[in-house]
């Protein structure tokens, strides 16, 4: 039996959060306010049983446990993120050169990017709902 993970929307604002190291760029790049991230990252650290970020008004800083988890977390969603561009391929979809799924169809709101969750974009490609191109 597999063990339970953390919440994908969790891991990908802690990786966001990690690699702009602000809460605000990262809730800007994943489209969602600062505190839904600071709600993500809290519960986060809550399962993990672990602080992962140094904090104040000012700046952000990845204690010694995020440092140390960024690597696999980033590997992970890479992954993911690969099997949902190999998955697009079996079903025929066709990506421009060098893009995935998640990048290459991202939706725009007013000019901005909304990058869906890969598992909407599976579930459109499972269902019928998506031909890409």
Known sequence: MRKPLPPLSSLRSFEAVARQLSFSKAAEELHVTPGAVSQQIRALEELLGAKLFDRTRRW???????????????????????????????????LPAGENLYEAHALELDGTPNRPTMLAHMLMLDHGGYRGG
């Open 60 to 94: 952000v800083a990845l204690t010694d446990i995020a440092a140390r988890m960024l690597p696999d977390v980033q590997a992970g969603l890479d992954s993911l993120a690969q099997a949902c561009s190999s998955k697009a391929a079996q079903k025929g979809v066709v």
